[in-house]
């Protein structure tokens, strides 16, 4: 009997941290319009770069809308309305997200639940109204996919994302 698998997809077979990011971008555009409506695309490359940096401090999704923000409040001082963007740094809120987050959820008024509905929101609508746009935002590890295809022994992937998952693998 050969051994038995069972991998994560995020972060273990798949880099994700650039759907992440756009995802996230997408959904503060909707939150916040008076914020990004007059981003630039440089601004957006440079945040979705910022937000690949900060992905590890993650735990949920909703998390990312948060630091999209904070991160283009730290870029543009003229609309900062939170006390913790001045100075601060990716390493900073690499340290600190923890203590960081609370914070800017009252400064902004912001409520969990809802924030965890627009990012799912904007990322299924993303996923089905532009397939090949969000599949270019994720990218399996270099070897993975061979892994899987040859692999002798029992491989179970742990995602949500089995539609885009399997896709891939029959490719």
């Known amino acids: ?26 959904a503060a555009k909707l939150r916040w319009p008076d914020l990004f409506g007059s981003v630039d695309s440089s601004t957006e490359d440079w945040i979705v ?19 999209v923000r ?21 390493e900073g809120v690499l340290e600190d997200w923890f203590k960081l987050k609370p914070i800017v ?6 409520n969990r639940d809802d924030l965890i509905d627009l990012f799912g929101k904007v990322r299924d609508d993303w996923l089905e109204n532009d397939f090949a746009g969000w599949i270019q935002g994720n990218r399996f590890y270099p070897g993975v996919a061979d ?3 040859f692999a002798s022994s029992k491989v179970y992937i742990v995602t949500t994302k089995l539609v885009w998952l399997l896709s891939l693998l029959i490719a």
Not at 59 to 67: A, D, K, P, V
Not at 78 to 89: M, N, P
Request: aromatic content about 6%; some cysteine; overall charge negative.
């Open 1 to 26: 009997m050969g051994h038995l698998y069972a991998l994560d997809f995020d972060g273990v077979l798949c880099d994700t941290c650039g759907e992440t990011a756009i995802s996230a971008l997408k």
């Open 70 to 90: 904070l991160l283009l409040e730290t870029r543009v001082p003229s609309i900062r309305k939170s006390s913790v963007a001045e100075g601060l740094t990716v």
């Open 49 to 67: 770069e910022q937000m690949i940096k900060v992905r590890p401090v993650v735990e949920t999704g909703y998390e990312t809308l948060l630091l």
């Open 105 to 110: 959820m009252e400064e902004w008024n912001e």
């Open 147 to 149: 892994a899987l295809r």
